[in-house]
């Protein structure tokens, strides 16, 4: 036997591959959560992922463009894999497979009349103890590197089309924020009319490395919809060696350090110096999957330029890490190895109201709410705020009446 089987014996852990049940993989961490809080506690998983391919049959037969739609279900059927998502990136997500939750899925399910998708996610929701998940795709969030704008929209249109069909009206605690193929500033305008109120939408998301610049005049109208809806805006970190800059990295977990950091980053500048909260102040802006620890870098880093170059900048009347302060974060992938810098980046951030918790299950390294419970400088109430009241405010969820939202 290898080490790592015997280490697995000797703690209780079954050897796990793609055919291991949800609720089987999440058993320990749904015993530890029974032991140590509250049953009343009231959670949302702001960012959580479905395995979207699984269903790629499905989501091609909602393609609008009858060409488009026939030719991919023709490739899909001869070819196999997916064809129409060719810029995607070497799969290295898995871990050496030693992680394979995130990739295939094969798990058995037995119930009868219930979309197998919502199967999966209601047994992560009942393992993780969140009361609602706000879920997105993950082969899909690499649609903005699409080298055709046209397949941008078809598929980002197909797949939102697919979970407003089959997944939404049927799981009333699953929602959605839809992708938005801002390169297409037109298209991107339609799908927040044609989606801004569908149940279960609660928002619009820009995905990873986009080369459209966010604050080209061409958005304005999207923005000021999405504004006008009172419904959120995020920016999802990406992965990517398609770029100069990550080219220069040799090993995945360099990338995956300072990929999904940097999107966000560029993003944040554009954002900020450009005046956009100024032009959009009731606009919910939501930043996704980069962690925290950028986030103090990038105030201080803001400020001192600004102060030494206002004039750059004449859309601003306060300073860069103001508005920051007001817009949200989730804490996912959370730097902890050093409580303290923790400690300090939650008091920036102003995380009792700001934050918002995310597992980014079922990746590789998804985070449990015991990621936000367990923090010592933590006081009960700002917990709570951080695992799911800050959540329902911004998305407007109702909370069940066994759950308590904020302490006392």
């Known amino acids: 036997m290898d080490d790592s089987r015997l280490e697995m014996r000797e703690i209780g852990l079954k050897q ?6 949800t609720r089987d993989i999440l058993a320990h961490g749904k015993t530890a959560a029974a032991r140590t809080r509250p049953a ?13 391919t699984e269903f790629w049959g499905e989501i091609l037969e909602r393609i609008e463009d009858p060409v488009y739609r026939e030719n991919a279900l023709a490739m899909m059927k001869s070819q196999g894999g997916l064809p129409y ?18 990739s295939s899925r094969r798990e058995k399910t037995e119930e009868k009349g219930v979309h197998r998708d919502i199967v999966l996610t209601r047994r992560a929701m009942e393992s993780i103890g969140t009361d609602y998940m706000i879920v997105f795709p993950t082969p899909l969030l690499g649609l903005a590197d699409h080298p055709q704008v046209e397949m941008q929209v078809l598929l980002g249109r197909a797949y939102t089309r697919w979970v407003a069909d089959t997944l939404l009206p049927h799981e009333p605690r699953m929602k959605t924020m839809c992708l938005l193929p801002i390169t297409d500033p037109k298209a ?12 279960g939408v609660v928002g619009f ?19 000021a919809e999405i504004e006008a809806r009172g419904l959120a805006l995020a920016f999802h970190g990406g992965i990517t060696w398609n770029n100069n800059q990550m080219r220069l990295v040799n ?33 919910k802006v939501i930043w996704i999957e980069s962690g925290l620890a950028w986030v103090p870098f990038m105030m201080q880093r803001l400020d001192n330029e ?30 902890r190895t050093d409580l303290d810098l923790v ?27 015991g990621v936000i419970w367990d923090l010592p400088f933590l006081s009960e109430a700002a917990k709570r705020n951080i695992l799911g009241m800050n959540a329902a405010r911004l998305y407007n969820l109702d909370i069940p009446k066994n759950k308590k939202g904020s302490a006392g």
Not at 40 to 52: A, K, N, P, R
Not at 188 to 199: N, R, S
Not at 258 to 272: A, D, E, K
Not at 352 to 366: G, I, R
């Open 188 to 199: 991107a305008l339609q799908i927040v009319k044609d989606f801004g109120e569908t149940d």
């Open 16 to 21: 796990i591959d793609v055919h291991t049940d």
């Open 85 to 102: 998502l060719y810029n995607s990136v070497p799969n290295l997500q898995s871990a050496g497979n030693r992680i394979p939750h995130q």
């Open 251 to 283: 090993r995945f977990i360099g990338m995956h350090a300072l990929s999904f950091v940097m999107c966000n980053m560029v993003h944040l500048t554009n954002w900020v110096l450009n005046g956009m909260p100024e032009r959009f102040p009731k606009l």
């Open 343 to 369: 400690q300090s980046t939650f008091k920036a951030i102003r995380a009792e109201t700001q934050l918002l918790y995310a597992s980014d299950w079922p990746h590789w390294d998804f985070d449990l709410p």
């Open 40 to 52: 009343d506690l009231f959670i949302v998983d702001i960012d959580s992922h479905h395995v979207e």
């Open 205 to 223: 998301v820009i995905t990873g490395n986009n080369n459209k610049p966010v604050h080209h005049n061409d958005l304005m109208p999207v923005y």
């Open 306 to 335: 600004y102060l030494m170059r206002v004039s750059e900048a004449p859309l601003l009347k306060r300073l860069p890490s103001e508005y920051i302060r007001e817009m949200y974060f989730s804490n996912q992938p959370m730097e």
